[in-house]
């Protein structure tokens, strides 16, 4: 019997990793609910909606240049934002808080969202508008929300 077939049964039971190139395979966050992505400009804006009853309630945007190796460029999370008179609310500190409507306007450049939150010491819900502006250079701009 020749060495090929001495082997051939053992060398097909064992596992072959497959890869395609050189990227390696997404690892996606448990606690992720929802991730959009699109592209505007030479860049892969994305965000990643983790759930609100976990110990992250926040979103995450991402700034993704294909041409660099799909490298994330930039990363803002968003887990409190500032209200109008300096208030701050943060996320974890909420009885509930829920993100709605993620969307990215190319008109504007910027992604708008809202959030719906109760807070633990006050009865009754509120919703926030928020607007996060992007720019050529993948930076983000800064949070407004009213």
Do not use: K
């Amino acid at each position: 019997m020749s060495f090929y077939w001495r082997w051939l049964p053992v060398l097909l039971m064992l596992p072959v990793p497959a890869e395609a190139g050189s990227v390696a395979s997404p690892v996606v966050d448990a606690r992720v609910m929802e991730v959009g992505v699109v592209r505007h400009q030479d860049t892969l804006w994305r965000y990643a909606r983790f759930s609100t009853e976990s110990d992250y309630p926040c979103l995450r945007f991402e700034a993704i240049h294909p041409d660099q190796g799909w490298r994330v460029l930039e990363r803002l999370d968003v887990c409190d934002i500032t209200l109008q008179g300096d208030a701050t609310l943060d996320f974890r500190d909420t009885a509930y808080t829920g993100f709605s409507v993620i969307e990215f306007s190319r008109e504007h450049s910027a992604f708008t969202f809202e959030v719906e939150y109760i807070r633990r010491t006050a009865a009754g819900e509120q919703s926030v508008f928020c607007t996060l502006p992007v720019s050529h250079n993948e930076n983000f701009g800064h949070l407004v929300c009213r």
